[in-house]
Each structure stands twice: as structure tokens, then as C-alpha cells.
T-cell receptor, first 114, second 110 residues
Framework: DSGVTQTPKHLITATGQRVTLRCSPR?????VYWYQQSLDQGLQFLIQ???????AKGNILERFSAQQFPDLHSELNLSSLELGDSALYFC?????????????FGNGTRLTVT | GQQVMQIPQYQHVQEGEDFTTYCNSS?????IQWYKQRPGGHPVFLIQ?????EVKKQKRLTFQFGEAKKNSSLHITATQTTDVGTYFC??????????FGKGTKLSVKP
């Protein structure tokens, strides 16, 4: 158990809809990262928050947004969903701010857009 | 943008054979990390290398970081069925975030 909690585990929704994925980091970790993993694909970095502030941005679409709350949990909002958004979305947390801290991944949220 | 290339994409081996995956970056990395993702699971941190030329071992797994800190390798000796999964390398990006390679999917035939 990594200590990172992601909900829900599965999400099935229709095109054009909006969903929210939630992540609680490991106790003591200040950084939260969001990654997208499509079938047989690698991990695409979306965005990182550190102690409530956005720290790094990857290939995140404008239809996607995220935030980290004062209690350090994070939410990833996906709107105007398209079929191609179907993927596994991982949240990870780390104790540090930069790239030197190992990441601890949650079990992921599998999103299916029909 | 900054990329971390990983080869091969797939590797099928007979149980007992050795396995190696390679990771290359066009830029110098501050550190390299390796993760393993079992089928249906999430990536799990294996190890971090920081120093130029560093070599670390974990039982049958040997990790190396190149002298120029631009490449790395993971070698598994005498693979077992429990080694099945996808192995990812991840290097420190220019924004201070980790850039993951696409991974090497290892299958082991008993």
C-alpha cells in the first residue's frame, strides 16, 4: 500500500461530460502529481502541485484543470470529455518539491468515455 | 521538449534468461529513478541513482547510471515469472519534474 488514495477506481461517462478525480497524498507528502496512462502507453505527465501551488505543467489539455487544497488533497477536473480521454489517471505524491524525490503512486482511476 | 527514450519497448524471455532495458536522455539528468508496474497495477518505485557512474544492486537487479549522467540501464539476472511487468525509467526534467520513458514491457515464459 503506497499510502496514496485515489477515488473513484472506475468512472464511465459519456462524451461531452465533466468528471472530477480525487487524490489524497501520502501523509507528510507536499507534492501531488497527475499522470495519464493510455493503453500500452507510458506515463504522460499532466501537472504538479506543491503545498497548494502549481509547480510544473506538462501536456495538460485546456479542458483539464487541477488544484490542490489546503489539506493537500488534489482534484483533477476533466471537461468536455472525448473518446480519446479514456485512460488510466494516476496520482502520485512525494515529500519534496523537485525531481529528486521518489514518487508514490495511487492505484489510479480508470476513466472510460463512451 | 525534453525526452527520455527507453528501449526496447517489449522483451520476451525464457525464465532463467537475463534481461536488460536501456534509458537515454539528450540532456544531463540530475538523477534517474526506476519504477516497476505489474500488470493491472500502479508504478512502484525501485531505486534512485544520483552520482555519475553509480551502480546499485537489489538481489538479481543491477542498475547503472552513465558517466555523463545521460543514460541508465536496468539488468535482471536469471529472470523469474515474478519479474513480469513494465519497467520505467524517469529522469529529472528541466522544470524540476520527472520525465518518464515509455517503459519496457517484460514477459517471462516459464
Amino acid at each position: 500500500d503506497s499510502g496514496v488514495t485515489q477515488t473513484p477506481k472506475h468512472l464511465i461517462t459519456a462524451t461531452g461530460q465533466r468528471v472530477t478525480l480525487r487524490c489524497s497524498p501520502r501523509s507528510g507528502d507536499l507534492s501531488v502529481y497527475w499522470y495519464q496512462q493510455s493503453l500500452d502507453q507510458g506515463l504522460q505527465f499532466l501537472i504538479q502541485y506543491y503545498n497548494g501551488e502549481e509547480r510544473a505543467k506538462g501536456n495538460i489539455l485546456e479542458r483539464f484543470s487541477a488544484q490542490q487544497f489546503p489539506d493537500l488533497h488534489s482534484e483533477l477536473n476533466l471537461s468536455s470529455l472525448e473518446l480519446g480521454d479514456s485512460a488510466l489517471y494516476f496520482c502520485a505524491s512525494s515529500v519534496g518539491r523537485g525531481d529528486n524525490s521518489p514518487l508514490h503512486f495511487g492505484n489510479g482511476t480508470r476513466l472510460t468515455v463512451t | 521538449g525534453q525526452q527520455v527514450m527507453q528501449i526496447p519497448q517489449y522483451q520476451h524471455v525464457q525464465e532463467g534468461e537475463d534481461f536488460t532495458t536501456y534509458c537515454n536522455s539528450s540532456t544531463t539528468l540530475s538523477n534517474i529513478q526506476w519504477y516497476k508496474q505489474r500488470p493491472g497495477g500502479h508504478p512502484v518505485f525501485l531505486i534512485q541513482l544520483v552520482k555519475s557512474g553509480e551502480v546499485k544492486k537489489q538481489k538479481r537487479l543491477t542498475f547503472q547510471f552513465g558517466e555523463a549522467k545521460k543514460n541508465s540501464s536496468l539488468h535482471i539476472t536469471a529472470t523469474q515469472t515474478t519479474d513480469v511487468g513494465t519497467y520505467f525509467c524517469a529522469g529529472g526534467g528541466s522544470q524540476g519534474n520527472l520525465i518518464f520513458g515509455k517503459g519496457t514491457k517484460l514477459s517471462v515464459k516459464p
